[in-house]
């Protein structure tokens, strides 16, 4: 079975520093992909970075970079530049058929 | 914009009520949306895959006759939440979009039930 863990209830950076959120999986199936979500405190989920398991490069969308490394399955979260707008909920996720199971979410505090 | 519409945002109202939540996808057919549900600093767990022209298909533990699920055209699903009680009081949130490519999710529905 599909399982995502993120061991990182909670995160502080200082803004203008870089922060990395932790997420592991664990899946039997030689593809798959790997999804980052921010969810703020009003609700929406935004989709932030995806990373496919036959990606040869880390993928990189603006601050955010995927830390990808498949034989540890893990898929760390990067993002640089932290700025107080970034104080949210974070989600990994996978994609398992057509279906998204998600990890617990950590949550992130930007510290001015 | 938004290429994924929720609606209502926000339902307040009695037990025993029934509630129906609109999920459209604004700009693309979807033949698949999903649903989920979220209570406060949790994940998001789905509920059901909601299929165009056919039977949801519910995961394990929801109740089919609580929660009713509508596909009936390739841009509208529903959720009903039949005669609602205080522990269905959540944050109800539906997604759709295709394999491999990210989910796009609508704004979400917090439901409080009196």
């Known amino acids: 079975a599909q399982k995502i863990t993120q061991t990182q209830p909670g995160m502080f950076v200082q803004e203008k520093e870089a922060v990395t959120l932790d997420c592991t999986y664990d899946?039997?199936?030689?593809?798959?992909?790997l999804f980052w979500y921010k969810q703020p405190s009003s609700g929406e989920m935004i989709f932030l970075i995806y990373?496919?398991?036959?990606?040869?490069q880390n993928a990189t969308e603006g601050r955010y970079s995927l830390n990808f490394q498949k034989a540890r399955k893990s898929a760390n979260l990067v993002i640089s530049a932290s700025q107080l707008g970034d104080s949210a909920m974070y989600f990994c996720?996978?994609?398992?058929?057509?279906?998204?199971?998600f990890g617990a979410g950590t949550i992130l505090r930007v510290k001015s | 914009g938004a290429v994924v519409s929720q609606h209502p945002s926000r339902v307040i109202c009695k037990s025993g009520t029934s509630v129906k939540i609109e999920c459209r996808s604004l700009?693309?057919?979807?033949?698949?949306m999903f649903w989920y549900r979220q209570f406060p600093k949790q994940s998001l767990m789905l509920m059901a895959t909601s299929n165009e022209g056919s039977k949801a298909t519910y995961e394990q533990g929801v109740e089919k006759d609580k929660f009713l699920i509508n596909h009936a055209s390739l841009t509208l699903s529903t959720l009903t939440v039949t005669s609602a009680h205080p522990e269905d009081s959540s944050f109800y949130i539906c997604?759709?979009?295709?394999?491999?490519?990210?989910?796009?999710f609508g704004d979400g529905t917090r439901l409080s039930i009196l």
């Open positions: 990373q496919g398991s036959y990606d040869e």
């Open positions: 996720a996978m994609e398992y058929g057509n279906k998204l199971v």
């Open positions: 700009d693309f057919q979807a033949t698949t």
């Open positions: 997604s759709a979009g295709a394999i491999r490519q990210p989910q796009h």
């Open positions: 899946t039997s199936d030689q593809s798959y992909g």
